[in-house]
């Protein structure tokens, strides 16, 4: 697989999910949460779209393109400013997940989103720190809706 531009080989079971793969190649910004596939903490992108890494086969990974927060580079810097800005900065637990998720989210939706697209495409990012109202504030800013 392709982490973040870079070629990667790992040596894998056939039941080995994708969180342990990239966590077991240094990727430490890749959380382990509830994993179930519920809370969005292991969220990275799969060729641009969010998956739950800790319910994503490494098999599956294979031959395509993985994104970390550490390779989304200027565009997450982006989304967490807008975050910041609107006063909803989030832990670094809980923030990689979530920016991976709004990153999908600009692709996949663009600027036409509104807010029940938004809602419903976060559904299973989980902040335990804050509320979201000003999150949704923060990627209405980003998506420029």
Same mark, same amino acid.
């Given at each position: 697989?392709?982490?973040?531009?870079?070629?990667? =080989?790992?040596?894998?079971?056939?039941?080995?999910?994708?969180?342990?793969?990239?966590?077991?190649?240094?990727?430490?910004?890749v959380?382990?949460?509830?994993?179930?596939?519920?809370?969005?903490?292991? =969220?990275?992108?799969?060729?641009?779209k969010?998956?739950?890494?800790? %319910? *994503?086969? %490494?098999?599956?990974a294979?031959?395509?393109?993985?994104?970390?927060?550490?390779?989304?580079?200027?565009?997450?810097?982006? #989304?967490? %400013?807008a975050?910041?800005?609107?006063? #909803?900065?989030?832990?670094?637990?809980?923030?990689?997940?979530?920016?991976?998720?709004i !990153?999908?989210?600009?692709?996949?939706?663009?600027?036409?989103?509104?807010?029940?697209?938004?809602?419903?495409? !976060?559904?299973?990012?989980?902040?335990r720190? =804050?509320? *979201?109202?000003?999150? !949704?504030?923060?990627?209405?800013? *980003?998506?420029? #809706?």
């Amino acid at each position: 697989m392709t982490v973040n531009g870079k070629k990667r =080989t790992a040596e894998i079971s056939p039941d080995d999910f994708l969180l342990e793969t990239l966590r077991s190649l240094g990727f430490k910004s890749v959380k382990r949460g509830c994993d179930t596939g519920s809370c969005g903490l292991c =969220t990275v992108l799969v060729e641009g779209k969010p998956v739950l890494s800790c %319910s *994503y086969l %490494s098999a599956r990974a294979d031959g395509h393109e993985v994104t970390t927060i550490e390779g989304a580079g200027e565009e997450a810097k982006k #989304v967490a %400013s807008a975050l910041v800005g609107e006063g #909803v900065e989030q832990c670094g637990f809980c923030s990689p997940g979530l920016v991976l998720s709004i !990153l999908g989210m600009k692709k996949e939706l663009g600027k036409g989103a509104t807010d029940d697209q938004i809602k419903n495409y !976060l559904n299973g990012n989980l902040c335990r720190c =804050t509320g *979201y109202e000003g999150q !949704l504030r923060g990627i209405r800013q *980003y998506l420029e #809706v």
